[in-house]
């Protein structure tokens, strides 16, 4: 009898103590998650409220304190080549460019009018490079080999970075079918201490598609979908 209740009391303490170690994990998870999203607001712009980045599900947080544009900031696009072109900046010290397509089902032309002749378009990374090298003209780091994998959290970009007219450039490409986007961040030089950790959190946070949308829904929500549909896998460049 005593061997049985011996028994007894031994399950209830394993299941306590089981059931204690699972909430201390929880606890510690969440701690962690709080912290980071501390971290996240604390060093990054909220995404923008409206306007074509939140139409296509393409979320971004630029570093703070930089600002949205009215027009893009970096250079001339060929005219629909892009579905998206955004500059977000702070004076004349650092830009983030975003440069963004997304393959979509053609729309049939309304009724009795004629079809729109279709807008040339290359790879997505053939037609960056070819737009960056028109900007940083003589660039031999812009081709493709030179980009190398450099993942941030759950998102794998490719990365080149190098210095142009006395800017530090640093350009980050992500593939997820459908998206394809780029990152562009130009500083100055003497502002790379006080970026670094900024440009990491805002590559960490980026996300396309349904990820993006639930970040929308929650800015600063620190969760990882690691869903493969559409939107909410991890990307690869090239």
């Known amino acids: 009898m005593r061997r049985i ?4 009391v031994s399950s209830i303490l394993l299941v306590v103590c089981g059931c204690s170690t699972s909430y201390q994990i929880r606890l510690d998870k969440t701690l962690e998650e709080m912290k980071y999203e501390k971290r996240l607001n604390d060093n990054l712009e909220p995404p923008p409220a409206e306007g074509k980045l939140k139409e296509l599900a393409i979320f971004v947080r630029p570093p ?10 970096l250079g001339e696009v060929p005219a629909g080549q892009f579905d998206e072109t955004k500059t977000f900046f702070e004076g004349q010290k650092a830009f983030l ?14 009724k009795g009018a004629p079809a ?14 070819a737009v960056l090298k028109a900007i940083y003209v003589d660039e031999e780091n812009l081709a493709v080999e030179k980009f190398k994998d450099d993942p941030k959290k759950s ?20 593939k997820l079918d459908p998206y394809d986007v780029a990152l562009i961040f130009q ?19 980026f996300a396309v598609g349904n990820k993006a ?24 460049a090239f």
Do not use: W
């Open 213 to 236: 949308r639930s970040k929308y829904a929650n800015p600063s929500a620190t969760g990882e979908d690691e869903s493969v549909e559409a939107g909410g896998g991890t990307g690869v």
């Open 187 to 205: 500083y100055d030089p003497a502002e790379k201490n006080a970026l670094a950790s900024k440009i990491n959190l805002c590559l960490e946070s």
């Open 155 to 174: 998102n794998a970009f490719k990365r080149v970075i190098f210095e142009n007219s006395g800017k530090r450039v640093e350009i980050y490409l992500y």
């Open 64 to 73: 703070k304190p930089l600002a949205a544009s009215k027009e893009f900031l």
């Open 5 to 8: 209740a011996a028994m007894v």
């Open 97 to 110: 460019h975003v440069i963004a397509r997304v393959k979509q089902p053609k729309k049939p032309p309304a």
């Open 116 to 129: 729109e002749p279709p807008v040339a378009r290359g790879p997505f990374n053939s037609d960056i490079i």
